[in-house]
């Protein structure tokens, strides 16, 4: 089993900037892609970037220049930071992380982000 756990999640101002984590444990080995997900208030959820084991990102349009993903394979550990944010970011934030061995995704318990004056 593989646990995923975001912290980092708040109320931010419009314009203001945000570092989401997500670390991982358990049986872990053969983690390849991770990724940040979210979810808005009555909107399906959606991709907001991809990083590859080897650190090759891609982003969704609404978040390019925006928002940076890395990630830390030492610890295990996946982040976003988010820049020069919006009331439309607003959303529950979720990471996952695949294992290509198994053909399985695992998925955190999300962490809220707010952005509002």
């Known amino acids: 089993q593989v646990q995923l756990a975001e912290s980092g999640g708040g109320l931010v101002q419009p314009g203001g900037s945000l570092r989401l984590s997500c670390a991982a444990s358990?049986?872990?080995?053969?983690?390849?892609?991770m990724g940040w997900y979210r979810q808005a208030p009555g909107k399906q959820r959606e991709v907001v970037g991809i990083?590859?084991?080897?650190?090759?990102?891609n982003y969704a349009d609404s978040v390019k220049g925006r928002f940076t993903i890395s990630r830390d394979n030492a610890k295990n550990t996946v982040y976003l930071q988010m820049n020069s944010l919006r009331p439309e970011d607003t959303a529950v934030y979720y990471c996952?992380?695949?294992?290509?061995?198994?053909?399985?995704?695992?998925w955190g318990q999300g962490t809220q982000v707010t952005v509002s004056s």
């Open positions: 358990g049986n872990i080995a053969g983690i390849s892609d």
């Open positions: 996952n992380a695949y294992i290509r061995a198994r053909s399985s995704l695992y």
């Open positions: 990083i590859s084991s080897g650190g090759t990102t």
